[in-house]
């Protein structure tokens, strides 16, 4: 199975800030690397798919980068809707595997 | 806009069963790969089964490999997940999310499983 790891655990930042989350695959899976958002009681929401393609409807303050085994979220300038945790996941192959999760908090 | 909505949730004892349904709305259900995902309480996403756009393949997590059957029916817009021989560590909110790309598109709300004596 592909192991997904991300750093860091928990971030905390502030309106406005620049922050990073990067996703490591134990293996290289290409561009198959998604991004998810998701909040307290909510269903995670898709941001990013095949590494760097934005979904439809999502701020252009979310970017993603990488290829092979070492992947990047960013959001160029925090907004306090923002404040949530996020998800990596591998589609490469079965099992789907997902990141632990960062938690980017005030 | 697409919708889906999960069902059959639900306390079942160690050992019991369960089958989650989810209903889906707003686009061709039968050109789309459909997945399960779950979340135990306070804790990350799991990865739970996959099944393809005809049913024809499907997929398990090693951890419900065995006791879970994933199943759809495209007639009636529903995917289904046939849960058996259930243990604490299932208890958990089951999303079904629709496939695109490697990546899961749009989620349902969840339902939520508890599995407990």
């Known amino acids: 199975d592909i192991q997904m790891t991300q750093s860091p655990s928990s971030v905390s930042a502030s309106v406005g800030d620049r922050v990073a989350i990067t996703c490591r695959a134990s293996?290289?899976?290409?561009?198959?690397l998604a991004w998810y958002q998701q909040k307290p009681g909510k269903a995670p929401k898709l941001l990013i798919h095949?590494?760097?393609t934005l979904q439809s409807g999502v701020p252009s303050r979310f970017s993603g980068s990488g290829s092979g085994t070492d992947f990047t979220l960013t959001i160029s300038s925090l907004q306090p809707e923002d404040f949530a945790t996020y998800y990596c996941q591998q589609g490469s192959s079965f099992p789907r595997t997902f990141g632990q999760g960062t938690k980017v908090e005030i | 806009q697409v919708q889906l909505v999960e069902s059959g949730g639900g306390l079942v004892k160690p050992g019991g069963s369960l089958r989650l349904s989810c209903v889906a709305s707003g686009f061709t259900f039968s050109d789309n790969y459909m997945n399960w995902v779950r979340q135990a309480p306070g804790k990350g996403l799991e990865w739970v089964s996959y099944i393809s756009a005809r049913g024809t393949i499907t997929y398990y997590a090693d951890s419900v490999k065995g006791r879970f059957t994933i199943s759809r029916d495209n007639a009636k817009n529903s995917l289904y997940l046939q849960m058996n021989s259930l243990r604490a560590e299932d208890t958990a909110v089951y999303y079904c999310?629709?496939?695109?790309?490697?990546?899961?598109?749009?989620w349902g709300q969840g339902t939520l499983v508890t599995v407990s004596s």
């Open positions: 095949t590494a760097s």
């Open positions: 999310a629709r496939g695109i790309t490697g990546a899961e598109e749009y």
């Open positions: 293996q290289g899976i290409s561009s198959w």
